[in-house]
């Protein structure tokens, strides 16, 4: 079955860099379309970005020039680089297949 697993968060402060990861397996990684959402405290869930099998990508405004979505299709895995980070970037970050996500990664950027 599909199995996403997000790592990389952790505390940082205004200004810093963090690189997420999301491992994969039981599906055609090399086709797929994926993305990452974000669920910052007492809000909805939000698209951040997302990546398509030929490498197209696309960004919500909130982050476009800062943060960068890849793939790696021999290790199966998306990466998410995020730059000059903001506290409002404090969030669960989860990688998508679909309608699947992964168990999140706690991001949070202190002041």
């Known amino acids: 079955q599909v199995q996403l697993v997000e790592s990389g968060g952790g505390l940082v402060h205004t200004g810093d860099s963090l690189r997420l990861s999301c491992a994969t397996s039981?599906?055609?990684?090399?086709?797929?379309?994926m993305r990452w959402f974000r669920q910052r405290p007492g809000k909805e869930l939000e698209w951040v970005s997302s990546?398509?099998?030929?490498?197209?990508?696309t960004y919500t405004t909130s982050v476009k020039g800062r943060f960068d979505i890849s793939r790696d299709n021999a290790k199966n895995t998306i990466y998410l680089q995020m730059n000059d980070l903001k506290p409002e970037d404090t969030a669960v970050y989860y990688c998508?297949?679909?309608?699947?996500r992964g168990q999140g990664t706690q991001v949070t950027v202190s002041s």
């Open positions: 039981g599906f055609d990684f090399s086709t797929s379309y």
């Open positions: 990546i398509s099998a030929d490498g197209i990508r």
């Open positions: 998508a297949k679909q309608s699947t």
